[in-house]
């Protein structure tokens, strides 16, 4: 054995020394590879979540989200020098999104992950693809998840003040108007009359000198104001004897997290007016982005406690309209020009359309502030739908808002809130309609109409636009149409102040309530009583409700019940 090993050494030294002597590198060493671990890494099924404040499940203008997971090491070493990525594709614009360094997830850890998703008011309407995965430096990181969530548009706010009451303070002595030294209470309704919700909402109340606040607060803040959400707010005032004016100036200030949607109100009271006996409950208005929203109201007493009919009618139809904003649509006109209550008015109506007259929501339709075109689609509509019931069919139309006439044939129009005296042809002929109506083969057509088509109006009306009045010309019904008019001949519809409607939907809605099956003679007579007399104490002016029926009907009509 030793004989080999010298051997070998001999062989080696020789090989070393030729390599030397030829120029030959020496031989080297080798280093042994180190033992590989791997991280396995997964995102844990089920866990990948969005989450966004509104609870909508999706990306709104000017929201804050996250998406979120769970990410596990399963393998046999740990996922060192780790990224969570997030990739974006769709509808971009407004969205902004952040990858994130996490650094080291340990052998059978689970870790976890949040992404930040902004949108910014820029945020449109559409859809994003988002792909969330962690890498690692060899490659070795998970599978991307994908998500698809819709995007929102930035929806725009817009708070004001849309009503106020004055009422008697509870406990004190009034004489039923406003007085030096007497405390009375202010109630107004902050609402919200736009889509998008209001963050950050604060109110101030600003009082001239001689007005002092007793109770309530002088600053309020809402942290939110959602659409059409409304604040009911009271204050307890008093004007004392330094005050010398005869009207009262109360400003409130409103304003939301942009200073941008909100507007300012300015009401005006007057020593000696009329003080109502209670404050009145606010309830909710519900509205989606599908329908129009519906200005909130302090309500009178006609719009509580509607009865409730249990007999239903689902061959009954109603088309109801309310125009009451003229001067937004129309810059000529003044604030005044508008037909006071008039949205409330139809509102209430549909209301009682429902509960009361037992007719299926589905076949009433209620448009407030309506132009013409939208006049015109929806009558026709209505009248198709009714038409396909036969015999079978009833029609209830009602409107409030501004007739008024053409000067030289003296017919009577509707007036859209777009349709101004200078092109009165685009209004809707009230005898037209009538005839419309009156070709559907319908078992009854009613009419309400709270509206004068003398030129004026509720308050100065549209009589400013031609400075004449006109006595309008009456046409002759067909079929089975019965017309409940406001006024006769050359009057003026009127408010009813105090409570908020039509004087002549105010009594409308008053017998309705007390007896919704009344017959017809029955309405007929409560309407020209009430009217009649409550305009003269309440307006000192005349109205009497006028009903037109055709020759047809005219030894029915008055048996007639809803």
């Not at 209470?185 to 998008?196: A, E, V």
């Not at 329908?291 to 249990?310: H, M, T």
């Not at 125009?323 to 008015?345: I, K, M, P, W």
């Not at 009057?491 to 007896?515: D, R």
Request: negative net charge.
């Amino acid at each position: 054995m030793k004989k080999y090993l010298m051997i070998l050494l001999a062989i080696l030294s020789f090989l070393l020394g030729q390599a030397q002597s030829e120029g030959v590198s020496p031989i080297k060493s080798f280093n042994i590879a180190k033992e590989i671990k791997p991280p396995i890494l997964d995102i844990v099924a089920g866990s990948v979540q969005f989450v966004d404040p509104s609870g909508n499940n999706a990306i709104d203008a000017e929201e804050q989200c996250q998406i979120m997971m769970k990410v596990r090491n399963s393998g046999m070493g740990d996922g060192i020098g780790l990224k969570a990525q997030i990739e974006i594709s769709g509808s971009t614009d407004g969205i902004t999104v952040k990858n994130q360094e996490i650094g080291t997830i340990k052998v059978g850890e689970t870790k976890d992950i949040s992404f930040p998703v902004n949108a910014s008011m820029h945020t449109v309407d559409g859809r994003v693809s988002i792909n969330v995965s962690v890498d690692e430096p060899n490659g070795l990181g998970t599978d991307k998840v994908l998500l698809n969530i819709d995007t929102k548009k930035f929806v725009a706010p817009w708070l004001s003040v849309v009503d106020y009451s004055v009422t008697e303070q509870s406990g004190s002595y009034n004489t039923g108007v406003l007085e030096k030294k007497r405390p009375f209470n202010l109630q107004i309704l902050l609402q919200n009359t736009q889509y998008g919700d209001a963050d950050n909402v604060s109110i101030k109340i600003v009082l001239p000198e001689g007005v002092l606040l007793i109770d309530g607060d002088e600053y309020q803040q809402f942290e939110k104001i959602k659409s059409t959400e409304t604040k009911s707010l009271v204050y307890s005032l008093i004007i004392t004897n330094t005050f010398m004016e005869d009207e009262i100036p109360i400003t409130f200030k409103v304003l939301e997290k942009y200073n941008r949607y909100a507007e300012n109100r300015t009401i005006i009271l007057s020593l000696n007016q009329a003080l109502t006996q209670k404050q009145i409950d606010v309830q909710p208005v519900e509205t989606d982005q599908t329908s129009a929203i519906v200005i909130a109201s302090l309500r009178s007493d006609v719009d509580v406690d509607i009865p409730i009919s249990q007999q239903k009618h689902p061959n009954r139809f109603a088309l109801i309209i309310g125009n009451e904003d003229y001067s937004s649509y129309q810059r000529g006109l003044q604030a005044e020009s508008n037909v006071e209550f008039a949205t409330n008015d139809a509102s209430v109506f549909k209301d009682y359309c429902i509960k009361a007259l037992g007719i299926p929501s589905d076949n009433v339709v209620l448009l407030t502030n309506a132009t013409a075109a939208r006049m015109s689609q929806e009558i026709e509509k209505i009248s198709k739908l009714v038409q396909l019931k036969g015999a079978d069919g009833e029609l209830i139309f009602y409107y409030a808002g501004h007739g008024f006439p053409d000067e030289i044939s003296k017919e009577p129009y509707l007036i859209p809130v777009d349709v101004t005296a200078a092109n009165l042809q685009s209004g809707i002929k009230l005898y037209d309609l009538y005839e419309r109506f009156s070709q559907i083969g319908a078992a009854r057509i009613t009419i309400f109409m709270d509206a004068c088509f003398s030129g004026g109006g509720r308050e100065a009306g549209l009589l400013a636009a031609r400075a004449i009045r006109v006595t309008p010309k009456k046409g002759v019904l067909k079929g089975n149409v019965v017309v409940f008019s406001a006024t006769q001949n050359d009057q003026f519809a009127l408010p009813f102040t105090e409570k908020q409607h039509g004087m002549f939907t105010y009594y409308l809605l008053k017998q309705l309530k007390t007896n919704a099956q009344c017959t017809y003679g029955t309405l007929n007579d409560y309407l020209k009583s009430n009217v009649s007399e409550q305009s003269l104490r309440k307006n000192n002016k005349d109205q009497n409700p006028d009903t037109q029926y055709s020759e047809t009907i005219s030894n029915s009509w008055r048996n007639w019940t809803f």
